[in-house]
Nanobody, 125 residues
Framework: QLQLVESGGGLVQAGGSLRLSCAAS????????MGWFRQTPGKEREFVAV????????DYADSMKGRFTISRDNEKNTVYLQMNSLKPEDTAVYYC??????????????????WGQGTQVTVSS
C-alpha cells in the first residue's frame, strides 16, 4: 500500500511563501499522477493542483494559477507544492493524493487512490 506523508505546512503572513512536500513510500509513485487538495472545516475538499506521472503536464485551480507551482522528483518519490503570494483565504489543511497507476491526471478527489494525513497551512492577515 502506498503511504504519503506531507510536510512543510505552518503559519505565514499574507504575501509570504511556503513549500509543501509529500513523500511516497513505494516505487510505483513514478507511474501515478499526483495531486494536491485542500479543505477547510465545513467545506468539501478542493482541488489545488495536479501533475502527471512524468511531470510533463500540470494543471491548477484558477485561484492558484500564477501563485502555486506543483513539481515532482521521481527519483526521490516526492511531490512538491510551492505556494507564493499566500492569502488568508489559502488557510486550510493541504493533502497530497496519488492517482491510480497509468491513469490520467484529474481534479476529482474520488479518482485518487491514496491520501496523505494532511498538513495545516495558516496565512495571517
Amino acid at each position: 500500500q502506498l503511504q504519503l506523508v506531507e510536510s512543510g505546512g505552518g503559519l505565514v503572513q499574507a504575501g509570504g511563501s511556503l513549500r509543501l512536500s509529500c513523500a511516497a513510500s513505494r516505487l510505483t509513485f513514478s507511474r501515478r499522477a499526483m495531486g494536491w487538495f485542500r479543505q477547510t472545516p465545513g467545506k468539501e475538499r478542493e482541488f489545488v493542483a495536479v501533475i502527471s506521472w512524468s511531470g510533463a503536464s500540470t494543471d491548477y485551480a484558477d485561484s492558484m494559477k500564477g501563485r502555486f507551482t506543483i513539481s515532482r522528483d521521481n527519483e526521490k518519490n516526492t511531490v512538491y507544492l510551492q505556494m507564493n503570494s499566500l492569502k488568508p483565504e489559502d488557510t486550510a489543511v493541504y493533502y497530497c493524493a496519488a492517482g491510480r497507476p497509468g491513469y490520467s491526471s484529474t481534479s476529482t478527489p474520488g479518482s485518487y487512490a491514496y491520501w496523505g494525513q494532511g498538513t495545516q497551512v495558516t496565512v495571517s492577515s
